[in-house]
């Protein structure tokens, strides 16, 4: 059985209920059965249950988190219980949606409450989608007439968008689905994402890696569309066509732990195939390691720029040069990188910049 989670979230107006109606029909014609969580706020804001009705902001919030968990662990337990080969779990926002809403206090706050941290609440998601709102670049859809719950003028929506991209930033599976040309070609443009995600027919990534000049690290942990990460990799024993490898990811001692298989095919195109660890499977993995490498520490820097989502790794080995990495959907998209990154040079396909080869021991 396989069964995935993902969030479809986004700003004021992106489309989502649209969207979750597209990867119903889109997803039910691949086999999956589609389960739907329920948007939360929708639900407690239509039933008397708002920030303004409540306590405080940070009372509100308890509970819609407190809900949101529940109604997330139901569905999982529901989901493990039915005669399908294949279900994907639909959250209609997720749990660091709240985030956008709330003072850096008041989720430190919700998270003593919740006895939680903010990495196991994120990367509990396999895969986050954000919808970009209609008031970024397709202004004249902007309407607050199909929603009863939404407010937000314009601006506002605009503002929100870039608080909610941040609060999601870090993820190791965020996708921006930006406005296109038409609504039709922004909804195919998920489903395409979301398929390439779940391997629909193969779970192809397209990367591109840069060479770049040391980064300000001053000004990444400034920014509030950055997020620093914590990465332990470790090598495994494996087939000479496949790459093998556990990693330890997050931060300020609160972790997650991964297996990613990899095994290359013609042009930029890769297969991968990652699961999620407990902490015991990934120690007793760690038995297995390749000990013809050593383990890579790096520090991630997740980024969000111009709806594209770039990671930048610095090593300790490393003090005037670092490495950018972007997931394409299309082999020609343009990257529009950020004038504070200093590109020396395009190093995709490069085997000398490559973890596997920083990894050996020579």
């Not at 569905?75 to 639909?90: N, P």
């Not at 396999?126 to 859809?141: C, I, Q, R, S, Y």
């Not at 300000?216 to 496949?242: H, K």
């Not at 090593?315 to 394409?328: H, R, S, V």
Request: proline share 3%; charged share 30%.
């Amino acid at each position: 059985m396989q069964i995935s989670k993902i969030v479809i979230t986004g700003g004021p107006c992106a489309g989502k209920s649209t969207a979750l109606s597209w990867i119903q029909n889109a997803f039910t014609q691949k086999g999956y059965r589609v389960l739907f969580v329920p948007e939360t706020a929708t639900e407690l804001i239509n039933g008397g249950v708002a920030p303004w009705s409540c306590e405080s902001n940070l009372e509100y919030h308890i509970c819609h988190m407190r809900l949101q968990l529940e109604k997330e662990r139901i569905f999982e337990q529901a989901a493990r219980g039915m005669d399908c080969d294949k279900i994907l779990i639909v959250c209609d926002r997720g749990m660091l949606d709240c985030k956008a809403y709330m003072t850096e206090n008041e989720f430190y706050q919700s998270m003593i409450s919740l006895q939680k941290n903010e990495v196991e609440l994120r990367d509990n998601y396999d895969a986050v989608f954000h919808l970009v709102t209609a008031a970024k670049g397709a202004e004249n859809f902007y309407t607050t007439s199909n929603n009863t719950a939404r407010t937000e003028s314009v601006e506002k929506a605009i503002e929100l968008d870039d608080r909610l991209i941040s609060a999601w930033t870090g993820h190791p599976r965020l996708r921006i689905i930006k406005n296109l040309s038409n609504f039709e070609n922004k909804m195919k443009h998920l489903v395409k994402e979301i398929s390439t995600f779940l391997g629909e027919p193969e779970s192809y990534q397209i990367e591109r890696n840069y060479l770049i000049q040391y980064p300000d690290l001053d000004w990444l942990n400034s920014i509030p569309n950055c997020q620093r990460i914590e990465i332990v990799q470790t090598y495994l024993n494996s087939r000479s066509d496949e790459e093998v490898r556990v990693r330890q990811r997050g931060i300020n001692g609160n972790y997650i732990y991964f297996e990613s298989t990899k095994k290359k095919v013609p042009g930029l195109k890769r297969v991968e195939i990652e699961r999620r660890l407990s902490k015991d499977e990934y120690l007793n993995l760690l038995r297995d390691a390749d000990l013809t490498k050593r383990q890579i520490h790096k520090t991630r820097y997740c980024l969000t720029y111009e709806n594209q989502y770039f990671e930048i790794d610095v090593y300790p080995l490393w003090t005037d040069k670092a490495i950018l990495e972007i997931k394409l959907s299309d082999e020609n998209a343009e990257i529009i990188f950020p004038k504070e990154i200093q590109v020396i040079k395009d190093i995709t396909g490069d085997e000398t910049y490559k973890n596997a080869t920083l990894a050996i021991i020579k």
